[in-house]
C-alpha cells in the first residue's frame, strides 16, 4: 500500500482499528510515528483510531500521551476523541477526576455531550461508585434531550447495585418500563445483584424465576449471584440448596459457591466442596484453582496446597498474583519461610509485581530464622522489581546483614540508600564495618556515609585508624584516608592522634604524620568557623 502511494487517512484509520482488534499498540504507536515522519499533519481521525487501539488494550498512560501531544500539535479533539478517552476512565484508580477533566476540556472547546459520552459517564460514576454523581448526569441527560436507553439504564442501575440501593433501582425500572424500552438479560441480572446485596432475598427468588422464564438463565452467573448474596445474608442452607439444585454446575459455580462459604468463615465446608469439585472433575482453570487453594490454605492443610501445586503443574497452568501472594502467606503463617522464599523467587522470575509488606515481612523473618542471605535475595528481588520502596525497607535489610556480619553486602545497601537510614542505624554498621568489614573498603564507606549527610564521628575514625595500624601493609590506605579527612573537616581525636604519632615509623617519615594532623586541626577550625557564620 505504501509503495503504491495509496495510503490515505481513511487507509490508515481502518489499519489501526485492525491493530486494535489484533492487540497490538505496539505496532500502532511505531506506525502513527512513521506517519508523523511521512506527513506533516496527522489528521485527527488517525489519532482517534490510535487512541481506540490504545485503550482497547488498557494502555491508557500512552493514550493520554497521545492526547496531550495532539493537543501540542494544534489538532482539535472531537467528541469521539473525548469518548475514547472516558471509556479508558473506567479502569483507572482516579478515573472519576481524570473524566472530568477531560469533560471539563471538551466544554473549554465548545463541543456538546451527546447520548454516547453521556452513557460512559454513567459508567465511570457505577465503576467508581459515584451513585448520587450518576443520578445527576442521567438527569441532566434526559434534561438536554437525549433519550435514556438500555445502557445508560444499566449503567445507573449498576451504581444503585454498589450500595443495595434497591428502592432506587425499582424506581429507575417503573422508569424503564414506562420509556417503552423492555429490560434484557444485563439489566434483569443487575437488579437480582441488588437484591441479593440488599438482603431482600424473597424477590430476589423471584426474579430468578422470571429470568429463567425468560431464558436469560442458561449459564451460572445469576444463581451465583444469588448464592453469593445468601451466604453473605448467614443463610447458608438456602444457598447450599440452591446450589446442588443446579443443573451442570461447572467451575465457575463450584468457585463462587466455594469462595462465598470461605468468605462467610465456613472453612471446613468449602474445603468439603474443593474436594467434591477435585474428585468429580479433571479439569480446572486459574480462578478455580486459586479459589481451591485458598481453601485449603485456610485450613492449613499443607497436603491438599502442594496437591494444587502438582496439579497446576500438571495442567500447565501458569500462577497469577493472587496465585503466589496466597501460597506466601500461608507459608509465612505455617512458619515454612524457605517454602516463601523460593515462592517469592519464582514469582520474581516470572515476571509477576511483589507485595512489598509481604515480602518486607518474609525477609525479615528468614532472618530471624537464621537465612540472612535469603532475607537479602529477598530485598534485592523487592528492590529492583518496584521503582521505589518504603524506606523502613532498607532498614530493615541492614539490620538483618550487620547481626549476621555481612557486612560487604550490608555496604551495598547504605552506599546506596544511607540517607533513607536512621543515623542509630548508620552508626551501628559503621562500627560493625571498621571491626571485621573488607579493610579495602573502609575509605569508601566513610565517603559513602558522608555523601548521606552523615557526619562521621571521631569513634569510628578511631576504630578504622587501629585498624589499618594493625596491618601496616595498608598504610596507603590509611594515609588517604587521613588526607580525605582533611579535605573534609575531620580530624582525629587525641587517642587516635597520640596513636598515630606513637607509630609513625611505620610510614617511614615520622614527620609526615605530624603535618598531616597540623593540617588537619586547621582544616577542623576553619570549617567550623564557616559553619558558625
Same mark, same amino acid.
Given at each position: ?121 454513567? @459508567? ?149 466442596? @474443593? ?134 553486602? @550490608? ?18 554498621? @559503621? ?103
Amino acid at each position: 500500500m505504501q509503495e503504491r502511494e495509496m495510503t490515505n487517512v481513511a487507509s490508515y484509520s481502518s489499519y489501526f482499528k485492525y491493530l486494535g482488534l489484533s492487540r497490538d499498540p505496539a505496532r500502532a504507536l511505531q506506525v502513527y510515528g512513521a506517519i508523523q515522519d511521512r506527513l506533516m499533519r496527522v489528521h485527527v481521525s488517525v489519532c482517534n483510531s490510535v487512541l481506540g487501539c490504545l485503550v482497547k488494550n488498557g494502555r491508557f498512560d500512552s493514550s493520554f500521551k497521545l492526547y496531550d501531544e495532539m493537543i501540542r500539535e494544534g489538532l482539535s479533539p472531537d467528541p469521539f476523541t473525548y469518548s475514547t478517552l472516558l471509556s479508558g476512565c473506567m479502569k483507572l484508580k482516579q478515573g472519576y477526576t481524570k473524566a472530568m477533566g477531560l469533560i471539563n476540556e471538551m466544554k473549554s472547546r465548545g463541543l456538546q455531550m451527546d447520548s454516547v459520552i453521556y452513557g460512559t459517564l454513567l @459508567a465511570i460514576c457505577a465503576s467508581h461508585n459515584y451513585c448520587e454523581e450518576a443520578e445527576v448526569y442521567f438527569q441532566k441527560m434526559k434534561d438536554e434531550g437525549h433519550s435514556p436507553n438500555l445502557f445508560h439504564y444499566s449503567s445507573l442501575l449498576n451504581a444503585y447495585s454498589e450500595n443495595a440501593d434497591y428502592g432506587k433501582a425499582e424506581m429507575l425500572m417503573k422508569d424503564l418500563r414506562s420509556s417503552g424500552l423492555t429490560p434484557n438479560k444485563v439489566i434483569l441480572t443487575t437488579l437480582l445483584k441488588v437484591y441479593s446485596k440488599g438482603g431482600i432475598f424473597e424477590k430476589a427468588k423471584e426474579l430468578l424465576t422470571e429470568l429463567e422464564a425468560s431464558g436469560f438463565a442458561q449459564d451460572e452467573m445469576p444463581y451465583c449471584i444469588l448464592i453469593d448474596g445468601l451466604v453473605k445474608g448467614g443463610k447458608i442452607e438456602e444457598a447450599q440448596m440452591l446450589f446442588s439444585e443446579m443443573k451442570g454446575k461447572d467451575g465457575y459455580a463450584f468457585s463462587i459457591m466455594i469462595s462465598a462459604l470461605h468468605r462467610g468463615g465456613h472453612h471446613q465446608e468449602s474445603k468439603q466442596l @474443593a474436594k467434591e469439585f477435585e474428585t468429580e472433575n479433571a479439569s480446572y482453570d486459574l480462578v478455580m484453582l486459586n479459589t481451591s487453594l485458598r481453601t485449603y490454605c485456610s485450613t492449613n492443610d499443607m497436603e491438599s496446597v502442594m496437591g494444587m501445586l502438582k496439579k497446576m503443574d500438571e495442567l500447565n497452568i501458569s500462577p497469577d498474583n493472587i496465585t503466589f501472594n496466597t501460597l506466601i502467606r500461608y507459608f509465612c503463617n505455617a512458619k515454612v519461610y524457605h517454602l516463601a522464599y523460593k515462592t517469592i523467587e519464582d514469582m520474581h522470575t516470572k515476571g509477576h509485581q511483589l507485595n512489598e509488606e509481604l515480602c518486607s515481612h518474609v525477609m525479615v523473618q528468614l532472618g530471624k530464622a537464621g537465612f540472612p542471605s535469603e532475607a537479602f535475595s529477598v530485598y534485592n528481588m523487592l528492590r529492583y522489581s518496584k521503582r521505589t520502596v518504603h524506606k523502613s525497607l532498607h532498614e530493615k535489610a541492614l539490620g538483618i546483614l550487620v547481626s549476621a556480619e555481612l557486612l560487604k553486602d @550490608a555496604y551495598i545497601v547504605v552506599k546506596d540508600n544511607a540517607e533513607l537510614i536512621s543515623p542509630s542505624s548508620l552508626e551501628k554498621f @559503621a562500627r560493625s564495618f571498621m571491626v571485621s568489614g573488607n579493610i579495602n573498603l573502609i575509605n569508601d564507606v566513610m565517603k559513602a556515609l558522608n555523601r548521606s549527610g552523615w557526619r562521621v564521628s571521631q569513634d569510628i575514625f578511631g576504630r578504622a585508624i587501629q585498624r589499618y595500624i594493625r596491618k601496616p601493609d595498608k598504610k596507603h590506605l590509611l594515609l588517604c584516608l587521613l588526607d580525605w579527612m582533611t579535605g573534609q573537616g575531620y580530624s582525629v581525636d587525641s587517642s587516635s592522634r597520640n596513636l598515630l604519632l606513637k607509630n609513625a615509623q611505620l610510614f617511614g617519615q615520622n614527620q609526615l604524620i605530624a603535618e598531616i594532623l597540623s593540617k588537619q586541626q586547621t582544616a577542623s577550625r576553619t570549617i567550623g568557623q564557616r559553619h558558625k557564620k
